[in-house]
């Protein structure tokens, strides 16, 4: 139980905390007003919203989308209303889908509110009263207790067995106790916190934009960037426009100087340019994002920005919270140790279900008896409660300190019912955990007279002469045991026991003549996909990163449980990222006592150095490096409602095994960009080549502006567009990431398309000498050949030949095929385009030609593919 969902009633009596001092009166009605005006209501400030007009400007600013807009500023001075109308569509498509992603993700910081309580218990002019949690202010005396969430950051007065939850601020997997004059954070809270124990009174000290939640959302204002393909996207269209005006300034010089009209040529040119630039591509982009977001739904997976599905296939390192997001969240003991032996306990979170392992068999609280009494122990000195889910949907949950609640969890699956401990033992006395003594202990009446003693705490606490009776041989024991176990990441417990005769003197000889019954090593233990997930990353080149909050020694261990760092790696913690260069940065695998600045600050670095960083998290600290990584990857279930609005990508499982999904369709939307550029570009090559050459070959004008623009629409639309929907290709997840500089047209592309920009020009204008030396209409041919010859190189693109996954795309192709037959064969279109009607003998050796472009492109992608499978990445870990 999180303690962040829904409004909760604070809990009763804190104001009158035993043992402590009269509170003081608080403040007045008039000096709180007064404060109220100086420093704010305790809210975060909201940021500005930008204009729509300024949002689709910001859209309109895309190089891409500039040569576009020129493109149909000429269609439309030529007087082609189609092909305008078009790209005008397709460019207010784009736009349009840009704009809302941005709208939605504006809402970030906007959900930092939702973690601040509605209401706060206060006390003023000397009484209690309850407050909107807007009108807390600096020097307000703020009372809190059990299921609390904390209104504004604080300092602790004064406290009963006051323990707050910080994991979603700190990344901390263990509460931490608060106590009065103590320092940061045991003498202070914060706001957004949950109070899982205990009651207090706290000194508010910050509110709003000053508080801890009002840090992070300052370090969220910052707008994350293009992505990967976007920055790619933007270089290439440079290039293309500068490259398209050279070509087609050329062709028009070139006409001029053969004596062709001016008028014509520079219809003839602007028509080129039109053809050159492949206006489907924001399409292409935009349905192979869309149907990538609705795959990656189909697994659980939610996309807030449809740019994200991409850069997942971009990632190159993986730098992921731990609590809550490699682990459960959720506290477990693991491992037992008594003198006479040791024991593994199986299960994941609070459920009873669950093994007790004792050299791999199972046993039972008969077969185990010192186990049985370790455990009964540990329940006894419990102030925890474990709640049976509501619905199958829904798990146990833990009702106080989440340790405890492990303690209870592990008694059951061995078989223990506590309600009828509770029944047998009731309890009489406790001492209360604090962090002076470091240990808590409980008084139980025995059913046949006398008392029982129960005690758990630190090994460094219970572990001495003073305290237990046992000889030194078995306290050496099992301070070794307790290092080891530390060593590995475990919280440690020391239990112990004693009975006693019911006597005057008792209470104060509590802990007198214990007998240490055992250690329990507690742990927020790995998920069972978080391994298969890590290695599958290192197969496909990725590189994980713990960033964490926790202990050094936990995130160490977790580190090695699940493959991410070996034992010799070095932790870096919070205090030393200061000190370390950027460059120093980028080599560290495991980074603990990490605050919110600190991972923004690791992210930054990782970026900087040129790598493209995606960033998994579920808490409050983890929203600012999921905001300003290349993508954010937050969970769904457990995650904050910070972390969800601040992040690209939702688990809605919570599963990280679902990341190696997104990256899997990341890499898909790339390929298929690059496979659409490839035939799209090709095609336009060969279009500027035929234009450029067939003069020298005594054809005047290859090709009318008509005809360009005919050809362009019918291999640029539907087919070009049914490209982005080709599915994922065989070792996909075998290869490297992109290197991040590395161009969209990078990897040997370049050549690839000049490859097959030559062999379609070359098809094209061997016909039309041909058909000009035989008497056929050779202009008529060269349109027919040129289009059909492109829709082949088409089908050679797909990813999977002979595969029917993609159907739309032979759907498409077929369609073209008859609508540029059409071109030369129905009356309205050839008054139109200027053609001839053709012989069945030329129209079967167009669709022959065709259907060698599909087989020559589908050997070049056989001998040349896009990249090949790698074994051992250089970035890939161990398996």
Same mark, same amino acid.
């Given at each position: 139980?999180?303690?962040?969902?829904?409004?909760?009633?604070?809990?009763?009596?804190?104001?009158?905390?035993?043992?402590?001092?009269?509170?003081?009166?608080?403040?007045?009605?008039?000096?709180? #007003?007064?404060?109220?005006?100086?420093?704010?209501?305790?809210?975060?400030?909201?940021?500005?919203?930008?204009?729509?007009?300024?949002?689709?400007?910001?859209?309109?600013?895309?190089?891409? &989308?500039?040569?576009?807009?020129?493109?149909?500023?000429?269609?439309?001075? +030529?007087?082609?209303?189609?092909?305008?109308?078009? &790209?005008? !569509?397709?460019?207010?498509?784009?736009?349009?889908?840009?704009?809302?992603?941005?709208?939605?993700?504006?809402?970030?910081?906007?959900?930092?509110?939702?973690?601040?309580?509605?209401?706060?218990?206060?006390?003023?002019?000397?009484?209690?009263?309850?407050?909107?949690?807007?009108?807390?202010?600096?020097?307000?005396?703020?009372?809190?207790?059990?299921?609390?969430?904390?209104?504004?950051?604080?300092?602790?007065?004064?406290?009963?067995?006051?323990?707050?939850?910080?994991?979603?601020?700190?990344?901390?997997?263990?509460?931490?106790?608060?106590?009065?004059?103590?320092?940061?954070?045991?003498?202070?809270?914060?706001?957004?916190?949950?109070?899982?124990?205990?009651?207090?009174?706290?000194?508010?000290?910050?509110?709003?934009?000053?508080?801890?939640?009002?840090?992070?959302?300052?370090?969220?204002?910052?707008?994350?960037?293009?992505?990967?393909?976007?920055?790619?996207?933007?270089?290439?269209?440079?290039?293309?426009?500068?490259?398209?005006?050279?070509?087609?300034?050329?062709?028009?010089?070139?006409?001029?100087?053969?004596?062709?009209?001016?008028?014509?040529?520079?219809?003839?040119?602007?028509?080129?340019?039109?053809?050159?630039?492949?206006?489907?591509?924001?399409?292409?982009?935009?349905?192979?994002?869309?149907?990538?977001?609705?795959?990656?739904?189909?697994?659980?997976?939610?996309?807030?920005?449809?740019?994200?599905?991409?850069?997942?296939?971009?990632?190159?390192?993986?730098?992921?919270?731990?609590?809550?997001?490699?682990?459960?969240?959720?506290?477990?003991?693991?491992?037992?140790?008594?003198?006479?032996?040791?024991?593994?306990?199986?299960?994941?979170?609070?459920?009873?279900?669950?093994?007790? !392992?004792?050299?791999?068999?199972?046993?039972?609280?008969?077969?185990?008896?010192?186990?049985?009494?370790?455990?009964?122990? =540990?329940?006894?000195?419990?102030?925890?409660?474990?709640?049976?889910?509501?619905?199958?949907?829904?798990?146990?949950?833990?009702?106080?300190?989440?340790?405890?609640?492990?303690?209870?969890?592990?008694?059951?699956?061995?078989? !223990?019912?506590?309600?009828?401990?509770?029944?047998?033992?009731?309890?009489?006395?406790?001492?209360?955990?604090?962090?002076?003594?470091?240990?808590?202990?409980?008084?139980?009446?025995?059913?046949?007279?006398?008392?029982? @003693? =129960?005690?758990?705490?630190?090994?460094?606490?219970?572990?001495?002469?003073?305290?237990?009776?046992?000889?030194?041989?078995?306290?050496?024991?099992?301070?070794?045991?307790?290092?080891?176990?530390?060593?590995?990441?475990?919280?440690?417990?020391?239990?112990?026991?004693?009975?006693?005769?019911?006597?005057?003197?008792?209470?104060?000889?509590?802990?007198?003549?214990?007998?240490?019954?055992?250690?329990?090593?507690?742990?927020?233990?790995?998920?069972?996909?978080?391994?298969?997930?890590?290695?599958?990353?290192?197969?496909?080149?990725?590189?994980?990163?713990?960033?964490?909050?926790?202990?050094?020694?936990?995130?160490?261990?977790?580190?090695?449980?699940?493959?991410?760092?070996?034992?010799?790696?070095?932790?870096?913690?919070?205090?030393?990222?200061?000190?370390?260069?950027?460059?120093?940065? +980028?080599?560290?695998?495991?980074?603990?006592?990490?605050?919110?600045?600190?991972?923004?600050?690791?992210? #930054?670095?990782?970026?900087?150095?040129?790598?493209?960083?995606?960033?998994?998290?579920?808490?409050?600290?983890?929203?600012?490096?999921?905001?300003?990584?290349?993508?954010?990857?937050?969970?769904?279930?457990?995650?904050?409602?910070?972390?969800? #609005?601040?992040?690209?990508?939702?688990?809605?499982?919570?599963?990280?095994?679902?990341?190696?999904?997104?990256?899997?369709?990341?890499?898909?939307?790339?390929?298929?960009?690059?496979?659409?550029?490839?035939?799209?570009?090709?095609?336009?090559?060969?279009?500027?080549?035929?234009?450029?050459?067939?003069?020298?070959?005594?054809?005047?004008?290859?090709?009318?502006?008509?005809?360009?623009?005919? &050809?362009?629409?019918?291999?640029?639309?539907?087919?070009?567009?049914?490209?982005?929907?080709?599915?994922?290709?065989?070792?996909?997840?075998?290869?490297?990431?992109?290197?991040?500089?590395?161009?969209?047209?990078?990897?040997?592309?370049?050549?690839?398309?000049?490859?097959?920009?030559?062999? @379609?020009?070359?098809?094209?204008?061997?016909?039309? @000498?041909?058909?000009?030396?035989?008497?056929?209409?050779?202009?008529?041919?060269?349109?027919?050949?040129?289009?059909?010859?492109?829709?082949?190189?088409?089908?050679?693109?797909?990813?999977?030949?002979?595969?029917?996954?993609?159907?739309?795309?032979?759907?498409?192709?077929?369609?073209?095929?008859?609508? #540029?037959?059409?071109?030369?064969?129905?009356?309205?279109?050839?008054?139109?385009?200027?053609?001839?009607?053709?012989?069945?003998?030329?129209?079967?050796?167009?669709?022959?030609?065709?259907?060698?472009?599909?087989?020559?492109?589908?050997?070049?992608?056989?001998?040349?593919?896009?990249?090949?499978?790698?074994?051992?990445?250089?970035?890939?870990?161990?398996?």
């Amino acid at each position: 139980m999180n303690g962040r969902e829904g409004d909760r009633q604070p809990g009763r009596d804190a104001h009158r905390l035993p043992n402590f001092p009269p509170a003081p009166p608080g403040l007045s009605a008039e000096e709180a #007003q007064r404060r109220l005006e100086l420093h704010g209501p305790n809210e975060l400030p909201a940021e500005p919203r930008a204009p729509v007009w300024r949002r689709v400007l910001q859209q309109l600013r895309d190089p891409l &989308i500039l040569v576009l807009l020129v493109a149909a500023a000429l269609t439309t001075a +030529t007087g082609d209303l189609s092909d305008a109308a078009v &790209i005008l !569509l397709v460019i207010i498509v784009n736009t349009v889908v840009g704009v809302v992603q941005e709208v939605r993700a504006e809402q970030a910081v906007m959900a930092l509110s939702a973690m601040s309580a509605p209401v706060a218990r206060v006390v003023r002019d000397g009484a209690e009263r309850y407050v909107p949690a807007a009108e807390v202010v600096p020097g307000d005396l703020l009372l809190v207790a059990e299921g609390d969430i904390v209104p504004a950051d604080g300092r602790v007065l004064a406290a009963a067995s006051l323990l707050a939850d910080e994991s979603s601020l700190t990344g901390e997997s263990v509460p931490v106790e608060k106590a009065p004059d103590g320092d940061a954070p045991r003498g202070t809270v914060s706001a957004g916190t949950v109070v899982v124990r205990g009651r207090g009174r706290v000194a508010v000290t910050a509110t709003g934009a000053q508080s801890t939640l009002g840090r992070i959302a300052s370090l969220m204002g910052v707008a994350p960037g293009l992505t990967p393909l976007q920055r790619r996207l933007a270089r290439f269209g440079r290039v293309l426009a500068a490259v398209t005006v050279v070509l087609c300034a050329v062709v028009l010089a070139l006409g001029l100087v053969r004596g062709q009209p001016v008028e014509l040529m520079i219809v003839t040119a602007i028509s080129l340019a039109v053809a050159a630039v492949p206006e489907s591509l924001p399409a292409v982009v935009t349905l192979a994002l869309a149907l990538g977001a609705r795959r990656m739904a189909d697994r659980r997976a939610i996309v807030r920005r449809l740019p994200a599905v991409e850069t997942l296939g971009s990632v190159t390192v993986i730098a992921t919270d731990k609590t809550g997001t490699l682990t459960e969240g959720e506290m477990a003991a693991e491992q037992l140790w008594t003198p006479s032996g040791e024991a593994t306990v199986t299960g994941t979170g609070y459920a009873p279900e669950g093994r007790v !392992l004792r050299d791999g068999e199972d046993v039972t609280e008969a077969d185990a008896p010192d186990l049985a009494a370790l455990l009964r122990t =540990a329940m006894l000195c419990n102030d925890a409660a474990l709640e049976a889910p509501s619905d199958p949907s829904t798990g146990w949950r833990a009702l106080g300190d989440p340790t405890e609640a492990a303690l209870l969890a592990a008694g059951a699956r061995l078989g !223990l019912d506590r309600a009828a401990l509770d029944r047998e033992l009731p309890r009489v006395e406790e001492i209360p955990f604090d962090s002076g003594r470091k240990r808590m202990t409980t008084l139980h009446r025995r059913p046949g007279g006398g008392l029982r @003693v =129960a005690c758990k705490g630190a090994p460094e606490s219970l572990l001495r002469p003073l305290i237990l009776a046992d000889g030194p041989e078995t306290l050496a024991r099992a301070s070794a045991r307790a290092r080891v176990l530390a060593r590995h990441g475990y919280r440690v417990l020391a239990v112990a026991s004693a009975d006693h005769e019911e006597t005057a003197e008792l209470p104060r000889a509590w802990e007198s003549d214990l007998r240490l019954l055992g250690l329990i090593g507690i742990m927020d233990p790995p998920r069972s996909a978080s391994r298969e997930t890590m290695a599958a990353c290192g197969r496909a080149g990725i590189v994980p990163v713990l960033i964490t909050g926790d202990h050094p020694l936990t995130a160490q261990a977790i580190a090695e449980r699940l493959g991410i760092a070996s034992h010799d790696e070095q932790v870096t913690t919070g205090e030393r990222i200061e000190e370390r260069t950027a460059g120093e940065l +980028t080599g560290v695998r495991v980074y603990a006592r990490t605050t919110p600045e600190q991972k923004l600050h690791i992210v #930054q670095a990782l970026r900087g150095a040129g790598q493209v960083v995606a960033m998994t998290g579920d808490g409050v600290n983890d929203g600012p490096a999921l905001h300003r990584a290349d993508i954010g990857v937050a969970m769904g279930r457990r995650g904050t409602e910070v972390a969800r #609005q601040a992040a690209d990508l939702v688990l809605a499982d919570d599963n990280p095994a679902t990341i190696v999904a997104a990256v899997e369709e990341g890499r898909r939307v790339y390929a298929n960009v690059r496979r659409f550029l490839l035939y799209a570009l090709a095609g336009g090559t060969a279009e500027i080549l035929v234009m450029l050459l067939g003069p020298f070959l005594g054809m005047p004008l290859p090709l009318l502006p008509a005809q360009i623009l005919w &050809i362009n629409l019918l291999t640029h639309g539907l087919p070009g567009v049914a490209l982005g929907a080709e599915p994922v290709a065989p070792d996909t997840m075998r290869n490297p990431p992109r290197p991040p500089e590395e161009s969209v047209l990078g990897a040997g592309l370049w050549p690839r398309i000049l490859f097959m920009g030559c062999f @379609v020009a070359a098809v094209t204008l061997v016909t039309g @000498v041909w058909a000009r030396e035989t008497g056929r209409p050779w202009q008529s041919m060269m349109f027919l050949i040129l289009g059909a010859t492109q829709l082949g190189v088409a089908l050679g693109s797909r990813a999977r030949p002979g595969s029917l996954a993609n159907p739309f795309l032979l759907v498409a192709v077929a369609a073209a095929l008859c609508l #540029q037959a059409a071109g030369v064969y129905l009356p309205a279109l050839r008054d139109l385009l200027g053609t001839e009607p053709l012989a069945p003998i030329d129209l079967i050796l167009a669709g022959a030609l065709s259907g060698l472009g599909h087989v020559v492109m589908h050997l070049q992608t056989r001998l040349r593919p896009e990249r090949p499978p790698h074994e051992n990445s250089p970035l890939a870990l161990e398996s």
